[in-house]
């Protein structure tokens, strides 16, 4: 029995790859899953020496990740057999989010479905199949995030400091006394084996914008706009603030977007006035 399975979702439809086998498709190979996708790195060979000129940490850059699933839909008769191939086909013309669980870990990634069978190998009660999954982001990320919930400072509790009667906001940005303390602090932690990138989303009545501090370095990603129910997103892969799609990155004052090391993790510090929610999510990410 396999100790593993995988998921391809799309939308609401998710279909189920290998497992106990009762779900009517059982997988043989999983290829491009536990491994790295090819590298984009260029080198240059050295003309009066041996091998290249050396390559930054930063040039270290890897492809889209394509994942190959061989397996074998079965059933008791060959509508059975055509109604688990026609499951898989349905994941076609869309974006797909590919899940694999095994013992020691739960990861997922997006990408689009292709589906081949092989036709020399089709009988009355089973059909090979190969399903491959090729994602633009070749990034594993965990099925269960990290998330961390940030509240506004309130009285003389801290919060962005605006000067004079026409409330400017003052620069270099200043937070008070009370700034840092419970409630406007959260930890995330990233698992994985590279750096995780943040998701942070805000709502609520903050009137004059906020400010979200990395703690151990200082590093600011402040907003100086009013947050109101419609939720801002301010997201570190993209580094950009939107509300409800609308790319709303011109009130960004401050542009150090945080992300969480590998295998550690980061507090971040809420500076605001008014009310209303702020949470920080990341993904255990792999490469």
Known sequence: MQKWFAEITKGDVTVRLGGDGSNGIDVSTIKGWWSTPDAKVSMTERESGDGSHDVGGRSVLYASRTVTIECVAHGRNRTEVEHHVESLLSMAHGLVRLRVVDARSDTWVEGYVTVSSDVDKVTMGHQDLSVTVTCPRPERLSTTPSIGTLVPSTGSGGGLVFAGT??????????????????????????????????????????????????????????????????????????????????????????DFPTVPAGGSITLSLAASGNGTVTATCHDTYI
């Open 166 to 255: 026409n409330h400017v906001l003052q620069w270099p940005l200043s937070f008070g006394a009370g700034a840092i303390r419970t409630g406007n602090v959260c930890t995330i932690s990233n698992r994985g084996t590279i750096p995780a990138d943040v998701i942070i989303t805000a709502s609520g009545n903050m009137p004059q914008g906020l400010a979200i501090t990395d703690v151990s370095t200082g590093k600011q990603l402040a907003y100086g706009q009013a947050v109101t129910w419609q939720p801002v997103t301010f997201d570190s892969r993209t580094r950009t603030a939107t509300v409800a799609g609308v790319d709303v990155s011109r009130g960004l004052t401050s542009r």
